[in-house]
């Protein structure tokens, strides 16, 4: 008696499709907000204040899917798989905040071509995942489709680590050629790195896409 109560109290079967969805949705969001930073003559400040309020949203779908993964017993996929793509997912959103903030602490206002392409990559990244998404309610029957736009990821993940590279060796020439100070390199170093580290992390939730599709075909 007591076990069909509890069964009758706890969903049998979460929609966890649209809350990945929606979290998909706001790194696009804040990839799009990262962008205008790095192309546009606006005050960093707008744009971080905007970054802050889509990773406040972020952070909240994450909760829900938390809460669910907690509390269904069917789940659609394993529930730690659940969790784990929840928490790459939510990862992007905050990195993309912890460069956008380096971009206004540093006051960086001039960005070379390399900079500017792996903020374009970041933008790409996200709208693949976004892409991809919506198949996770599908996960068996468009596996080929998810495998494709994943490596469509990996494919971005790599131009943009061709861009780090061509931007770190500018960067050293210019430190050589006395047209950067030491600081200034250190900053514009770490911006490279940040932005790497948000491509690489969409990489990170494709990977996590594959596996999980993985073990349903």
């Known amino acids: ?70 509390r269904t017993f069917n789940a659609p996929i394993d529930r730690e798989d659940i969790l784990g793509l929840a928490h790459v997912l939510d990862d992007c959103v905050d990195l993309i905040e912890d460069t956008a903030k380096g971009i206004q602490r540093y006051g960086v206002r001039d960005f070379p071509a390399e900079m500017r392409d792996m903020g374009e990559a970041v933008v790409e990244a996200a709208a693949v995942l976004q892409k991809v998404m919506p198949f996770l309610a599908s996960i068996a029957k468009d596996h080929k489709a998810i495998f494709a736009l994943c490596e469509q990821v990996g494919q971005i993940e790599g131009r943009a680590d061709a861009s780090f590279d061509l931007g770190l060796t500018r960067l050293r ?14 900053d514009r170093k770490e911006l490279y790195e940040l932005i790497e580290n948000v491509v690489d992390k969409c990489d990170d939730v494709a990977n996590a896409i594959q596996s999980i599709t993985a073990k349903h075909v």
């Open 1 to 70: 008696m007591s076990l069909n109560l509890f069964s009758r109290l706890m969903p049998a079967v979460e929609a966890f499709t649209p809350l990945f969805c929606e979290q998909a949705q706001r790194i696009l969001q804040s990839a799009e907000q990262l962008r205008q930073m790095i192309v546009e003559d606006m005050p960093a400040e707008q744009h971080v204040a905007i970054i802050r309020e889509i990773e406040k949203a972020a952070d909240a779908v994450a909760r829900r899917i938390f809460i669910a993964a907690n």
């Open 173 to 186: 020439a210019q430190l050589r050629a006395g047209e950067l100070d030491t600081i200034a390199y250190i």
